[in-house]
């Protein structure tokens, strides 16, 4: 019984702070700026223009996003915009987006 209640706290000091870094990292993501240059609301894609993607330790360039649905409401070609891309799934996804 000593030997599983050891175990058992044992494996929560090593888990416990590591899920708490894991979630600070996602909600802290810095936001990236570029330019919308296409959208298309069929496939829920939006090519955006933009500068480096310091969570994803990506540079400049331009690259094809998924996203959710009316993320792109009001959004346009050619707007600028502040945005938080991620991969969820495998997949790049812009899971924040804002018009600057």
């Known amino acids: 019984?000593?030997?599983?209640?050891?175990?058992a706290i044992a494996v929560a000091t090593i888990t416990l702070p590591a899920s708490a870094v894991l979630a600070e990292s996602s909600m802290g993501m810095p936001m990236s700026h570029g330019t919308i240059t296409k959208i298309d609301a069929k496939w829920k894609k939006v090519t955006i223009d933009h500068g480096p993607l310091e969570n994803l330790d990506m540079p400049a360039m331009k690259m094809v996003f998924d996203y959710?649905?009316?993320?792109?409401d009001g959004m346009a070609e050619g707007a600028k915009v502040a945005f938080v891309a991620?991969?969820?799934?495998?997949?790049?996804?812009a899971t924040e987006i804002t018009s600057e």
């Open 1 to 7: 019984m000593n030997t599983l209640k050891a175990l």
């Open 68 to 72: 959710t649905d009316g993320m792109m």
């Open 86 to 93: 991620d991969r969820l799934n495998g997949k790049l996804t």
